[in-house]
């Protein structure tokens, strides 16, 4: 099933309640939620606080993303906010398989993310207890980049791994996902896909954005036939 993770760094924060109820009648069943520290990327967005006040609102599970340096060190705090699933990058946590089993300890559903040059085979010991992996089709830190089309390698390599090791974690990918590149990486064998400026485009209401990406994305589920790489 192909689900739209919609990511509120990109909605008008003034808004924020609104803008995610028009996105969830619109399909969205994932609300993705950006948290940057300004040293493992070079961005600040918001942490627990923000996670906290969305989960009185909204009955959508919080896929917290953590591109942050010590993840460990505030994993009781999202899980005490009220997220649902938690991913850490494979390049941030020293001793990857305890974090994700601290992630599992505290109630939520772990997840691994690789950024565009970190390879999959990096990630095969722990892929069984994962929830789903997350394939950065950016690099990591800002939104309204341009996707990177060897992400669609990485989700492929995934995909045969799930296929070849009996496993059913979900394949998330994050980065450039628009009306362009969404056929492309849903053929590739993605199934959560994480879109902010294609949802909250200035001037466009949320609903119907995210019920027209999510008509592209089942469509060219639909066809099977690859198409060209995105330029």
């Known amino acids: 099933m192909i689900e739209l993770a919609f990511s509120i760094l990109a909605a008008d924060f003034a808004h924020l309640a609104d803008q995610i109820a028009a996105a969830e009648r619109g399909g969205g069943t994932i609300i993705h ?8 990327v070079p961005n600040i967005s918001f942490g627990p606080p923000v996670v906290k006040a969305i989960r009185p609102i909204t009955r959508l599970p919080l896929d917290c993303h953590l591109m942050i340096e010590n993840p460990d060190a505030f ?5 005490a906010a009220g997220a649902d699933m938690i991913g850490v990058h494979q390049e941030a946590c020293r001793h990857l398989h305890r974090t994700l089993q601290l992630i599992a300890d505290h109630g939520m559903r772990p997840a691994v993310v690789i950024n565009p040059a970190t390879p999959v085979e990096s990630l095969v010991e722990v892929l069984p207890m994962v929830h789903h992996v997350l394939v950065m089709s950016v690099n990591p830190g800002f939104g309204g980049q341009k996707f990177l089309p060897l992400a669609l390698d990485k ?13 059913n974690f979900r394949i998330e990918v994050d980065g450039g996902i628009a009306h362009d590149t969404v056929a492309s990486v ?3 064998g993605a199934d959560m896909l994480v879109a902010g400026s294609a949802i909250f485009s200035a001037g466009q209401s949320a609903e119907q954005t995210a019920r027209a990406f999510l008509v592209a994305a089942r ?6 036939e690859p198409v060209a790489e995105p330029s």
């Not at 989700?155 to 496993?167: K, Q, S, V």
């Open 33 to 40: 939620v950006d948290v940057m520290d300004g040293h493992f």
């Open 75 to 79: 994993i009781p705090d999202f899980a």
């Open 155 to 167: 989700i492929d390599h995934l995909a045969d791994l799930r296929r070849e090791m009996g496993l």
């Open 186 to 188: 849903v053929q590739a």
């Open 219 to 224: 469509a060219a589920l639909s066809v099977g």
